[in-house]
C-alpha cells in the first residue's frame, strides 16, 4: 500500500479520549470507572469511533500551510471548499446536480439533525429511529425534548439486518410520525443499505408525508463489495424531503478539529434549517477546518480512503473469521461499512452464567477498551471499534480469547 495503515502510533497526551483512559474519564464513560487495566496489558482502544491511523499527508500539509501565515481573523468560506465537497460526491457517490448553495456548513453532524428537527417538528413530537440505534442520536433527541419511537430491525435467514417495514408503517401511522432519523451506513450494525431497501423506506416516507434526515457520515467506509446510495437520489421525493448530513470527520479521523455540512436540495427547507442553525451564534467554521477538508478531498484523500476501506475490509473478515471458529455463542452479523462491530452475547452469556457487565470489564481488564452495547439498545452487547492497525486487531483477539471468551 502507498500509506501507512500498519505502524502502532503514540497517541498518549495528545488529546485522544480514545486511549487515555488512565485518568478514568473513558473508563467513566464506558462505566467502569472504578476499574483499572491489568499490570502488564498496554491499551488497546476498540471503543469511541476514533481511528488509530495516521491521516492522509495532505490533511497536515494544508492545515500547517494555513497556520504558517500569522492571521486568523473572519472569513468565509472558498469556492476551492465547496468545490472540493461537490467533487467529492460526484466522484465517489455518483451525484449529479449538486451546487454550492445546496451545501451548508455544521458544526456537527447531531448538531445538523437537531437543527433539521426543530424545523420538521414540534418539541416532544415522536420522531422515528431504528434500532439498534447510535447513542448520540438517543442523547441528541432527548436532550432536545423528543420522543424517539424505536422501530427494530430482524436479522434476515443469512444473518443481516433488514429493516422491518411493516413494523415502520405500524409505528408511523398510529403514532402520527411525521419525522424519522436515517442512519446511512447504520450504526452500530454496519448496513450498508441496498437501493432497493432506500427506495421501499422513502415510498413508505413519501406516503405518510414524514420528513428524513439522513445521517451519512460513514458513507466513505464501505467495505470490499458494497457501494454506498445516497438517501436523496433514491427518489424524487427523497430529494426534496431528506437533509442530508456529511462530514470528513470519520473519514479522515478529523472529530478534533470540528466540522460537518449538510446537503439539501429544497431551498425552502434549507432556508429554515440555516436560519435553525444560526439561532445559538456559534454554528461558525473554524478556518483550520475549512482547510483540512480541502486538503481531505484532495486527489491522494480518494486513495487513501480506499486503502483504508480495504484495510478495514481485511479487519472485520479476520475478526468475523476469529468470532466464528473460537468465541462460540456470540454472533455477529458481518458490517458492510464502517469499522463497527456489534456483537451480541446473548448465547454466551446464557450458557456460561455471566452478565454483559462481567464480559465488558473482563475485556478492558486486559487492555481490550470496549464499549457496551446496552446504550446502543443492544440489551446484551458490545459495539467494537476495528480501526487500527492488523497487530493490534489480532492482539486484542488473542486476549479475548485467553482471558474473557475461552478464560
Not at 471548499?81 to 456548513?105: C, P
Not at 483550520?288 to 491522494?300: D, F, V
Not at 479487519?315 to 455477529?332: L, Q, R, S
Request: charged content about 25%; hydrophobic content about 35%; some cysteine.
Amino acid at each position: 500500500m502507498k500509506y501507512d495503515f500498519t505502524s502502532i502510533i503514540d497517541r498518549k497526551g495528545k488529546d485522544a479520549i480514545a486511549v487515555d483512559v488512565d485518568a478514568g474519564i473513558a473508563l467513566g464513560f464506558l462505566g467502569a470507572k472504578d476499574q483499572k487495566v491489568r499490570e502488564g496489558f498496554d491499551v488497546i482502544p476498540m471503543w469511541v469511533a476514533d481511528m488509530n491511523f495516521p491521516t492522509v499527508p495532505t490533511i497536515p500539509e494544508a492545515i500547517i500551510a494555513r497556520a504558517k501565515h500569522p492571521a486568523y481573523g473572519y472569513f468565509n468560506a472558498t469556492d476551492e471548499y465547496f468545490d472540493s465537497i461537490i467533487r467529492w460526491h460526484e466522484t465517489r457517490n455518483g451525484v449529479t446536480g449538486l451546487t454550492k448553495e445546496h451545501i451548508g456548513y455544521e458544526n456537527g453532524v447531531l448538531g445538523g439533525v437537531i437543527s433539521a428537527l426543530n424545523v420538521f417538528c414540534s418539541k416532544g413530537d415522536k420522531v422515528l429511529l431504528h434500532s439498534p440505534t447510535y447513542i448520540g442520536f438517543t442523547n441528541s433527541l432527548t436532550n432536545n425534548g423528543y420522543d424517539m419511537v424505536l422501530s427494530p430491525m430482524k436479522k434476515d435467514e443469512e444473518g443481516v439486518w433488514r429493516m422491518d417495514f411493516e413494523d415502520m408503517e405500524e409505528k408511523i401511522r398510529t403514532q402520527n410520525i411525521h419525522a424519522a432519523v436515517f442512519c446511512s451506513p447504520h450504526n452500530p450494525c454496519g448496513r450498508v443499505w441496498e437501493r432497493w431497501e432506500l427506495e421501499k423506506a422513502m415510498a413508505l416516507f413519501e406516503k405518510y408525508d414524514v420528513k428524513v434526515v439522513s445521517d451519512e457520515i460513514w458513507s466513505d467506509i464501505i467495505l470490499k463489495g458494497h457501494k454506498h446510495t445516497p438517501t436523496q437520489s433514491v427518489s424524487d421525493w427523497a430529494r426534496q424531503n431528506t437533509v442530508a448530513v456529511y462530514a470528513p470527520s470519520k473519514t479522515f479521523n478529523l472529530a478534533g478539529l470540528v466540522g460537518s455540512y449538510h446537503i439539501i436540495y429544497n431551498k425552502t427547507i434549507r432556508d429554515r434549517v440555516e436560519k435553525e442553525s444560526s439561532l445559538p451564534h456559534y454554528n461558525d467554521m473554524n478556518v483550520l477546518s475549512m482547510h483540512a477538508l480541502i486538503g481531505a478531498y484532495k486527489p491522494e484523500g480518494y486513495e487513501w480512503c480506499d486503502e483504508l476501506c480495504e484495510t478495514i475490509t481485511g479487519n472485520i473478515d479476520y475478526a468475523c473469521d476469529y468470532i466464528k471458529e473460537h468465541f462460540k455463542g456470540v454472533e455477529v452479523s458481518k458490517p458492510e461499512g464502517t469499522y463497527m462491530l456489534f456483537l451480541d452475547c446473548t448465547k454466551w452469556c446464557e450458557e456460561h452464567g455471566k452478565t454483559i457487565d462481567e464480559v465488558q470489564r473482563a475485556g478492558i481488564e486486559v487492555g481490550v477498551i470496549w464499549q457496551d452495547g446496552r446504550i446502543f439498545h443492544g440489551p446484551c452487547a458490545i459495539r467494537m471499534n476495528l480501526a487500527l492497525p492488523l497487530s493490534r486487531v489480532q492482539e486484542a483477539f488473542d486476549r479475548l480469547d485467553k482471558y474473557v471468551f475461552n478464560a
